[in-house]
C-alpha cells in the first residue's frame, strides 16, 4: 500500500497528453459592426444583418447524438468599446417560459435561459460566462479549471432580453474592459448553451458530451476575429461605499451602537490580462447572511467567500488543495477583525503563466488581545500540456508587534504561521480523465515534525462510467491558520464507483448504481473512520430524480465528542461507534410552479443510538416576480442517558420578490431549535447602474421560549462603480 501511494500521482502525468483542440472546427467569424447597436432586445439594427450566424445546435440533454429540437440563432460583432450579442431562441410551443424570477446568477437548470462561454487565451482552461434567463435576469460569472463557474464573480455590462409567441431575444454588449485577454490574439475559444424546460432539452452550438457541463471549455468552438480586438486603453475603476447603520444587544441591555463608515476599492489594469485591485477601510459586513443548518457533525462546517474584493481570479488563491484541505482560504481574513488596506495583483502573465500576489493588513482589538497582522499570499501557476497545469502557494500570517496579555480568558495568537505548497492539476484534453497531485507543508512557531500534507486523485467521467479514487495524508501538527482544514493526523482513501443505463424511450432517461467507500486511518495506518455507501439513482425524463442509499459507519472517536453538539456529556475518546442507515431522496421536475424536494434518513447512530433526519423544501412561484419557499430540516436522535431523546427542528419560510431584474426584496426567517433562536433577515437591492448597489438589510434574533429580541441591526450601504 505505501508503494502505491508513493507512486499514486505519477499516474496522473501519464494521463495527460498534448492534442488539438476537439471543437476547432466550428468556428464563428466576428467582424467589426458596420452601424450602431442599441441594446433594446429587438434585434432590428442594420449592422445584425452582415454578421456570421451560429445555428444547427446539439443536444447535450437528454442526449447527445442529435441536433437539438429547439432551434438558437446567433450573431455577434464589437465596436471601439464593446463586444455585441444577439440570440434568437425559437420556442418549441407558442406558450409561456419556465423560470425561477428575476433576480441575477439565477439556477441554471430552474431557467429557461441562453448563456455563452469566453475563453479569450482559447487555453480551454480559464474564462467568462454571460447570459440570461428567458425574462431577462441576468447572469455572469468567471470559470476555472476548465468548467468550474464562480457566480459571484461580477462586472459591468448591459442587456436586454423581449419575448415574442415564437421565441425570446436576448442582446447584449459587454464592454472589453470587463474581461481579461490578451492583446494580438484573433482566435478565442467560444460556445453557446440553450436549456429549455418545456422541452427538458440542454443544448450547445459546438457538441459537449452529457456527463459536462455546457460551459466546459475543453469543447469550446473558435470565435475568430477579422482583426485582433482593440486595446482597452486606460482601464481603472473606483468602487466607493458609504454605510450607516445601528444595532442593539437586548440580551446583554447594552446600548444601541452606531456605524457610520466610508471606504472602497479600486481595480486597476495593469494590462489586458493582469488586474491590481486596492481597497481601504473595506466594509466586509454580511449584506446576504449565511443560512443556518442544523450541526451535528464533529469537524468545522465550511461556508463559501461572498465579500467581492476577493473574487476576481479567486481559484488561482483559493482552489489549490481539495475541499476539505485547502491552504488558503479568504473568509479567514478580516474574521472578527477590521482590516485596513489590502492589495490582490492577479492574471496573466502570458497564455502560459498566471500569478497571484496578496497582502492585507488588519487592526488590533484590544478587548479581545487581537494584535495587527499582516496576510501575504503568494500563488503562480503554469499551463503544462494540452489543459494541465502545475503552481506553488506561499502563505504568510504575522502578527506584528504582539506581546499576549496575562488574561488567560483572551486566546493568544500565533507570531506567525506559513504555508507552502506545490501542486500538479490534471485535465485530459476531452476533460475524461482529471486529477490533482499535491504536497503542502506548514511552519509555526515550535513546530517541526509532522507538519507536511500530501494528497492525490484521479477521475474518469464517460458517459456511462464515473470512476475515482482519492487518497489525503495530513500530519498531525499540519497547520493552515489562513486555510480551512478541519481535520488533521490522518489518512484517507476514497474510491469511488458508478455507473449509467440509459433508457432509448419510456419515462426513466437513465438509472445505475452507486457506490462509494471513504476509510480514515491514523498515522500507523489503524482505521478510526469509515462509511460505505452503496447506492441507486433514477433520473427521469421530465428531469426529476430518485436516489436510494444504503450506508454503514464506523467511527473511532479521537476526542471526547457531544453526539447532540448541544454542551451536554461527551462521549469519551477512543470509544468506538458502528451503525448502519438508509436513505431516499427525491427532487421533483423544475419546469412545475410547485417544486419540491425531500430526503429521509433512517438508522444507527453513536452509542447504539438511533437517528432519523427528515429534510425539504417547498416552492411556488408567481412567475417571474414572487416565490415563496419552505425549507425544513427535522433530526429525531435517540440516545442513552445522559442525552436521551433529542430533536432539532431547522424551519425557514422564504420570500422573494423580484419587481424587476435590477430591484429585489428577500426576507427570510429560520427558527433553530438546536440554537434556540429565531433569526429574521430582510433585504432590499436596487442595481441602479451595472455592478452599482443600494442595500437596506434588517436582522432580528429572538429567543423562541417568549419572542423576546435578543438582538436587532439594521444596515444601509450605498455603492457606486466608476469606470475612469
Known amino acids: 500500500m505505501a508503494r502505491f501511494l508513493r507512486f499514486f500521482p505519477l499516474l496522473l502525468l501519464c494521463v495527460s497528453v498534448s492534442a488539438q483542440?476537439?471543437?476547432?472546427?466550428?468556428?464563428?467569424?466576428?467582424q467589426k459592426a458596420t452601424g450602431p447597436i442599441k441594446i433594446d432586445g429587438v434585434g432590428d439594427d442594420a449592422a445584425w444583418g452582415k454578421t456570421d450566424v451560429a445555428k444547427d445546435f446539439f443536444m447535450i440533454l437528454p442526449m447527445d447524438t442529435s441536433l437539438a429540437n429547439v432551434k438558437t440563432e446567433v450573431r455577434m460583432t464589437y465596436d471601439d468599446k464593446a463586444i455585441y450579442m444577439l440570440a434568437i431562441c425559437y420556442k418549441a410551443f407558442?406558450?409561456?417560459?419556465?423560470?425561477?424570477?428575476?433576480?441575477?446568477?439565477?439556477?441554471?437548470?430552474?431557467?429557461?435561459?441562453?448563456?455563452?462561454?469566453?475563453?479569450?487565451?482559447?487555453?480551454?482552461?480559464?474564462?467568462?460566462?454571460?447570459?440570461?434567463?428567458?425574462a431577462g435576469a441576468q447572469w455572469d460569472g468567471f470559470i476555472y479549471e476548465g468548467g468550474k463557474m464562480d457566480l459571484s464573480w461580477e462586472n459591468k455590462w448591459v442587456s436586454e432580453v423581449k419575448n415574442?409567441?415564437?421565441?425570446?431575444?436576448?442582446?447584449?454588449?459587454?464592454?472589453?474592459?470587463?474581461?481579461?485577454?490578451?492583446?494580438?490574439?484573433?482566435?478565442?475559444?467560444?460556445?453557446?448553451?440553450?436549456?429549455?424546460?418545456?422541452?427538458?432539452?440542454?443544448?450547445?452550438?459546438?457538441?459537449?458530451?452529457?456527463?459536462?457541463?455546457?460551459?466546459?471549455?475543453?469543447?469550446?468552438?473558435?470565435?475568430?476575429?477579422?482583426?485582433?480586438?482593440?486595446?482597452?486603453?486606460?482601464?481603472?475603476?473606483?468602487?466607493?461605499?458609504?454605510?450607516?447603520?445601528?444595532s442593539r444587544d437586548y440580551e446583554n441591555k447594552t446600548p444601541t451602537e452606531y456605524r457610520t463608515?466610508?471606504?472602497?476599492?479600486?481595480?486597476?489594469?495593469?494590462?489586458?490580462?493582469?488586474?491590481?485591485?486596492?481597497?481601504?477601510?473595506?466594509?466586509?459586513?454580511?449584506?446576504?447572511?449565511?443560512?443556518?443548518?442544523?450541526?451535528?457533525?464533529?469537524?468545522?462546517?465550511?461556508?463559501?467567500?461572498?465579500?467581492?474584493?476577493?473574487?476576481?481570479?479567486?481559484?488561482?488563491?483559493?482552489?489549490?488543495?481539495?475541499?476539505?484541505?485547502?491552504?488558503?482560504?479568504?473568509?479567514?481574513?478580516?474574521?472578527?477583525?477590521?482590516?485596513?488596506?489590502?492589495?490582490?495583483?492577479?492574471?496573466?502573465?502570458?497564455?502560459?503563466?498566471?500569478?497571484?500576489?496578496?497582502?492585507?493588513?488588519?487592526?488590533?482589538?484590544?478587548?479581545?488581545?487581537?494584535?495587527?497582522?499582516?496576510?501575504?499570499?503568494?500563488?503562480?501557476?503554469?499551463?503544462?500540456?494540452?489543459?494541465?497545469?502545475?503552481?506553488?502557494?506561499?502563505?504568510?500570517?504575522?502578527?506584528?508587534n504582539y506581546t499576549p496579555d496575562k488574561d488567560s480568558l483572551t486566546p493568544v495568537a500565533s507570531d506567525y504561521n506559513r504555508n507552502l505548497g506545490f501542486e500538479y492539476n490534471l485535465a485530459s484534453p476531452g476533460n475524461y480523465w482529471t486529477g490533482k497531485a499535491m504536497v503542502l507543508k506548514s511552519f509555526s512557531p515550535g513546530t517541526t515534525s509532522d507538519t507536511y500534507t500530501h494528497a492525490a486523485n484521479l477521475n474518469y467521467t464517460s458517459r456511462h462510467w464515473a470512476l475515482g479514487a482519492q487518497y489525503q495524508f495530513v500530519g498531525k501538527n499540519f497547520n493552515a491558520e489562513v486555510g480551512y482544514v478541519p481535520r488533521t493526523g490522518y489518512l484517507k482513501l476514497n474510491p469511488v464507483i458508478n455507473y449509467l443505463f440509459f433508457a432509448p424511450t419510456g419515462k426513466i432517461l437513465s438509472h445505475g448504481p452507486i457506490f462509494s467507500a471513504t476509510n480514515y486511518y491514523d498515522e500507523s495506518f489503524k482505521p478510526t473512520d469509515y462509511e460505505t455507501l452503496?447506492?441507486?439513482?433514477?433520473?427521469?425524463?421530465?428531469?426529476?430524480?430518485?436516489?436510494?442509499?444504503?450506508?454503514k459507519d464506523y467511527v473511532k472517536l479521537l476526542k471526547p465528542y457531544d453526539p447532540t453538539n448541544s454542551g451536554m456529556d461527551s462521549l469519551p475518546?477512543?470509544?468506538?461507534?458502528?451503525?448502519?442507515?438508509?436513505?431516499?431522496?427525491?427532487?421533483?421536475?423544475?419546469?412545475?410552479?410547485?417544486?419540491?424536494?425531500?430526503?429521509?434518513?433512517?438508522?444507527?447512530?453513536?452509542?447504539?443510538?438511533?437517528?432519523?433526519?427528515?429534510?425539504?423544501?417547498?416552492?411556488?412561484?408567481?412567475?417571474?416576480?414572487?416565490?415563496?419557499?419552505?425549507?425544513?430540516?427535522?433530526?429525531?436522535?435517540?440516545?442513552?442517558?445522559?442525552?436521551?431523546?433529542?430533536?432539532?427542528?431547522?424551519?425557514?419560510?422564504?420570500?422573494?420578490?423580484?419587481?424587476?431584474?435590477?430591484?429585489?426584496?428577500?426576507?427570510?426567517?429560520?427558527?433553530?431549535?438546536?440554537?434556540?433562536?429565531?433569526?429574521?433577515?430582510?433585504?432590499?437591492?436596487?442595481?441602479?447602474?451595472?455592478?452599482?448597489d443600494f442595500y437596506i438589510v434588517y436582522t432580528d434574533n429572538y429567543l423562541p421560549e417568549n419572542f423576546s429580541v435578543r438582538n436587532r441591526a439594521l444596515v444601509l450601504k450605498f455603492t457606486y462603480w466608476f469606470s475612469l
Request: hydrophobic letters at 35%; charged letters at 20%; proline letters at 5%.
Open 573 to 692: 475518546a477512543g470509544s468506538e461507534h458502528w451503525w448502519n442507515s438508509a436513505s431516499l431522496e427525491y427532487i421533483s421536475r423544475q419546469k412545475s410552479l410547485f417544486t419540491f424536494s425531500a430526503f429521509v434518513r433512517y438508522g444507527g447512530y453513536y452509542a447504539n443510538g438511533e437517528r432519523l433526519q427528515v429534510t425539504n423544501e417547498l416552492s411556488y412561484r408567481f412567475q417571474p416576480y414572487v416565490i415563496i419557499a419552505l425549507s425544513t430540516s427535522y433530526n429525531n436522535i435517540s440516545l442513552p442517558q445522559p442525552w436521551g431523546i433529542k430533536s432539532y427542528w431547522l424551519v425557514g419560510p422564504r420570500l422573494d420578490v423580484t419587481f424587476t431584474n435590477k430591484l429585489y426584496f428577500t426576507a427570510f426567517s429560520q427558527y433553530n431549535e438546536q440554537t434556540h433562536n429565531i433569526n429574521l433577515n430582510t433585504r432590499l437591492q436596487w442595481r441602479y447602474k451595472p455592478a452599482s
Open 94 to 134: 407558442p406558450d409561456d417560459y419556465v423560470v425561477e424570477s428575476l433576480r441575477r446568477d439565477f439556477n441554471f437548470g430552474k431557467n429557461d435561459n441562453f448563456i455563452f462561454c469566453l475563453d479569450p487565451f482559447n487555453d480551454r482552461t480559464n474564462g467568462f460566462s454571460f447570459g440570461a434567463n428567458a
Open 21 to 30: 483542440k476537439i471543437n476547432d472546427k466550428y468556428q464563428l467569424q466576428i
Open 534 to 551: 452503496l447506492g441507486y439513482r433514477i433520473s427521469f425524463r421530465n428531469q426529476s430524480t430518485l436516489t436510494g442509499v444504503l450506508a
Open 261 to 400: 463608515e466610508i471606504g472602497g476599492d479600486a481595480k486597476i489594469s495593469v494590462t489586458s490580462a493582469m488586474n491590481l485591485d486596492l481597497t481601504v477601510n473595506p466594509d466586509f459586513s454580511q449584506v446576504e447572511v449565511d443560512r443556518q443548518v442544523t450541526n451535528l457533525e464533529r469537524y468545522e462546517l465550511f461556508f463559501p467567500e461572498r465579500r467581492q474584493f476577493f473574487l476576481e481570479n479567486s481559484d488561482i488563491f483559493g482552489s489549490f488543495g481539495y475541499a476539505d484541505i485547502r491552504p488558503f482560504f479568504s473568509r479567514r481574513i478580516g474574521l472578527n477583525v477590521p482590516i485596513q488596506y489590502g492589495a490582490r495583483l492577479s492574471g496573466r502573465i502570458n497564455k502560459d503563466w498566471r500569478m497571484g500576489v496578496m497582502d492585507m493588513q488588519t487592526k488590533s482589538v484590544s478587548e479581545s488581545d487581537m494584535p495587527a497582522q499582516n496576510f501575504a499570499v503568494v500563488s503562480l501557476q503554469r499551463k503544462v500540456q494540452s489543459r494541465s497545469s502545475i503552481g506553488v502557494l506561499f502563505v504568510n500570517k504575522q502578527s506584528l
Open 164 to 246: 415574442y409567441p415564437d421565441k425570446w431575444v436576448f442582446e447584449a454588449a459587454i464592454p472589453f474592459k470587463s474581461i481579461r485577454f490578451k492583446k494580438g490574439i484573433t482566435k478565442w475559444g467560444i460556445n453557446f448553451s440553450r436549456n429549455d424546460l418545456k422541452t427538458f432539452e440542454k443544448s450547445a452550438w459546438a457538441p459537449v458530451p452529457r456527463q459536462f457541463p455546457s460551459v466546459s471549455l475543453a469543447y469550446t468552438g473558435d470565435l475568430v476575429w477579422d482583426q485582433a480586438p482593440p486595446e482597452t486603453g486606460s482601464n481603472i475603476s473606483i468602487i466607493p461605499y458609504a454605510l450607516g447603520g445601528a
